[in-house]
């Protein structure tokens, strides 16, 4: 939507190819029919550093219903206790060390473990922090002499939040450069929409590009591109009746790695340019959605601590939409996601319905209330598994076809896989489409 309507106002008529039947994509949602809330794909959080997210959504005026969680940046519940971590605005890297000296679950010297890696982040350049995706998040930080405690307390829960991937599969280069890219940041904090995730933008999109001219296929699948020399000579699309042929000047690719390397003729997956495509492997995801006859919390966003290796919680965060959602307000709907669900994909619904409830009573053994509605999304592809050596696998947006260019959050070099990624490609593969072919 972005690169659409980036192009919209540099004068391009765009047409929009979607294989759904709605827009969004990874950031959309659904209604559930019975309680008729919005359900998003999996919950999502918005951060402060998005500012290409925000300027498209100011562009397409659905910037109002992100609510910003200004002083709390993180809840976190250990062994009976929760903890909330502030933000304050500090600056450079020092954005970390609030986390670190007010963090009740680990001793004086793990928290001063983590001086040296602070230091690190704030006096290299984001070149430098390159060279490390060839290491693991883990023996990167024990190299820095970070502590195994405050490893497996703070950073195992943070690495999986934010970079999809227990810290040992990571790679350490995409770890520090999120850690850079945040030190750009007045404070880091997180928000959420009171809206449905792709209701905040979709129709709003759709209607800036109709106004513009654009044109929308629904339920669209690409199946085939083909290429000539040179160049893409149309794309061939199926439909639910008929399959059909579609020309353009310019032609852009949204899809995520995957799935593009499925419609690559063979000859062109494997040329130089394509090759490194095969290389990219998917993170899923399971995301729980349950409904309760009750409130449980006034909390948003909160986290169990784990004190070990391997994780006893199946969740990673969860949220109360109750306490979000403008919609919704006395009954309970709680979501969360099983980050890097690989080890829990053969549980059934009920089996995995019934630990979230164990892990939710964990954090509020109180809790009176009863599920009344559950729905479980089995996410095959979240992002691509940023694991060491990927990075330098990333393409370069215009392909070596003058008129066939690649856009998509895996395909920004600054910044981990995310909305804004999502959003900057898009504004980015913009610019370069008008240098490359300027409207006369
Ligand atoms: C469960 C979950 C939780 C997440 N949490 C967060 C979060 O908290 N914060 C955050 O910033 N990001 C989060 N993300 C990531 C974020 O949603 C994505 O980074 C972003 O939405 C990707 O956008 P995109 O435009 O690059 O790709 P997509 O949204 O995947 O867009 C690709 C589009 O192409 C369509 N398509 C695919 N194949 C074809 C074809 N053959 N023909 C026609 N159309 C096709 C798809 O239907 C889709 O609409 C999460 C993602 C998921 C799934």
């Known amino acids: 939507m972005s690169l659409a309507t980036e192009l919209s106002d540099k004068g391009f008529l765009v047409e929009i190819i979607e294989k759904k039947h709605y827009l969004g994509g990874r950031a959309s949602n659904t209604i559930d029919n019975k309680m008729q809330d919005p359900v998003p794909i999996g919950p999502h959080v918005f951060v402060s550093a998005y500012n290409f997210l925000k300027a498209f959504l100011k562009k397409v005026k659905a910037d109002e219903e992100i609510s910003w969680q200004r002083r709390i940046f993180l809840e ?37 473990s983590n001086i040296r890696l602070m230091l690190f982040i704030q006096f290299s350049s984001k070149e ?7 290491q693991n998040v883990l023996d990167f930080l024990k190299s820095y002499g970070v502590t195994e405690n405050f490893i497996n307390k703070f950073w195992r829960l943070f690495v999986l939040s934010l970079l999809n991937l227990p810290l040992e599969l990571c790679s350490a280069g995409e770890f520090c450069l999120l850690l850079k890219e ?17 209701d905040l933008y979709t129709i709003k999109s759709q209607e800036y590009l109709e106004n513009r001219g654009a044109k929308f296929h629904f339920d669209s699948e690409i199946c085939k591109i083909d290429f000539s020399k040179s160049e893409i000579e149309g794309i061939q699309i199926k439909t639910k009746r008929k399959k059909k042929k579609i020309f353009g000047d310019i032609y852009v690719s949204t899809l995520n790695p995957m799935d593009l390397r499925n419609l690559l003729p063979e000859e062109i997956l494997f040329s130089n340019f394509f090759r490194g495509l095969n290389v990219f492997e998917p993170v899923p995801y399971i995301s729980v959605n349950l409904w309760f006859d009750k409130k449980i919390t006034n909390k948003k966003f909160w986290a169990l601590v784990n004190d070990e ?67 479980i999304h089995r996410i095959p592809y979240v992002i691509y598994a940023p694991f060491p050596g990927v990075r330098q696998y990333k393409p ?45």
Not at 128 to 134: A, G, P, R, T, V
């Open 76 to 112: 976190l519940y250990y062994k009976g206790s929760y903890q909330v971590l502030k933000t304050y605005r500090l600056p450079g890297a020092l954005y970390m060390l609030p986390w670190l000296l007010f963090y009740r679950f680990v001793g004086m010297f793990d928290k001063l």
């Open 128 to 134: 430098d922090l390159e060279i490390y995706d060839s």
């Open 182 to 198: 945040w030190t750009n940041l007045k404070t880091p904090h997180f928000g959420f929409t009171k809206v449905g995730l792709g």
């Open 309 to 375: 290796e391997t994780s006893k919680y199946m969740n990673t965060d969860f949220y109360d939409q109750s306490n979000i959602y403008k919609s919704r307000k006395n009954q309970s709907y709680i979501t969360s996601n099983i980050i890097y669900s690989k080890a829990y994909e053969k549980m059934t619904d009920k089996e995995i319905v019934k630990k979230t409830l164990e892990e939710l009573k964990e954090s509020f053994p109180k809790m009176k209330a009863n599920i009344i509605h559950y729905h």
């Open 396 to 440: 370069e947006r215009q392909t070596p076809y003058k008129n066939f260019y690649l856009t998509g959050d895996w395909t920004v070099k600054e910044i981990p896989q995310c909305m804004e990624a999502a959003v900057r490609s898009g504004y980015e593969c913009a610019e370069l489409i008008e240098k490359n072919h300027p409207i006369k």
